[in-house]
């Protein structure tokens, strides 16, 4: 079973895919500069994005490009999803808590 990952990492997974839908075939530095995230950020999200089929590394000498796989755009609706029940769970502890 996967592990439950942080309302955060589910952002920036959603964040670097609608990137890559958008703009097409990218580098690793180019995410960088578009989304502001650090290097090792933006690494972490392509390989679980990688790991979830969601993208694909292309290999171009020694740059790596990447792209959002055809069934990327179903899968953003997904993340999309989760962040919304993500954060109606925050919102539902906060006030259970308050």
């Known amino acids: 079973m996967p592990r439950k990952q942080t309302i955060r990492i589910v952002e920036r997974k959603k964040e670097v895919l609608e990137l890559l839908i958008k703009e ?10 578009k989304t502001n995230l ?4 933006v690494f972490y999200v392509l390989k679980l994005l990688q790991r979830d ?7 171009r000498g020694k740059v790596a490009y990447w792209k959002a796989s055809d ?11 989760e ?3 993500e954060v109606m769970g925050s ?8």
């Open 53 to 59: 089929g969601l993208i694909r590394e292309i290999k």
């Open 24 to 33: 097409g075939e990218l580098p690793t530095n180019e995410i960088v500069k």
């Open 38 to 41: 650090s290097h090792s950020q």
């Open 91 to 98: 919102e539902e502890a906060t006030e259970e808590g308050a």
């Open 83 to 85: 962040v919304k029940e």
């Open 71 to 81: 069934n990327a755009q179903e899968a953003l609706k997904t993340l999309e999803q």
